[in-house]
């Protein structure tokens, strides 16, 4: 089993900043990859970003050049994930999920509300 615990997130205008943290604890020892996934209302969820614990990293178009993720191995019980997000736009208003895939299995942390308006 793997924990995934966020943090961060909030209202911010257009144009600002904000950051994601996201801390893996349990059965870590085999994670090899990392990433964000967002769901605006009414839409699906879709992938932001992803990290490997290697350091390779995937955008979505719509994110790239405005956020950058990155995973720190802190110790043999945790690994941290976050997502710098810069020159936000209200069309990144969503519900930001920390994602750990696994064994087969999708791991999810419980969401993060991001708000982007003026």
């Known amino acids: 089993q793997v924990q995934l615990v966020e943090s961060g997130g909030g209202l911010v205008q257009p144009g600002g900043s904000l950051t994601l943290s996201c801390t893996a604890s349990?059965?870590?020892?085999?994670?090899?990859?990392m990433g964000w996934y967002r769901q605006a209302p009414g839409k699906q969820r879709e992938l932001v970003a992803r990290?490997?614990?290697?350091?390779?990293?995937?955008?979505?178009d719509s994110v790239k050049g405005r956020f950058i993720i990155s995973m720190d191995n802190m110790d043999s019980a945790k690994i941290m994930m976050s997502l710098q997000m810069n020159s936000l736009k209200s069309e990144d208003t969503a519900v930001y999920y920390c994602?750990?895939?696994?064994?087969?299995?999708?791991?999810w942390g419980q969401g993060k509300q991001v708000t982007v308006s003026s």
């Open positions: 349990g059965i870590i020892h085999n994670i090899y990859t």
């Open positions: 994602n750990v895939p696994l064994n087969r299995e999708d791991y």
């Open positions: 990290v490997t614990i290697a350091g390779f990293t995937n955008y979505a």
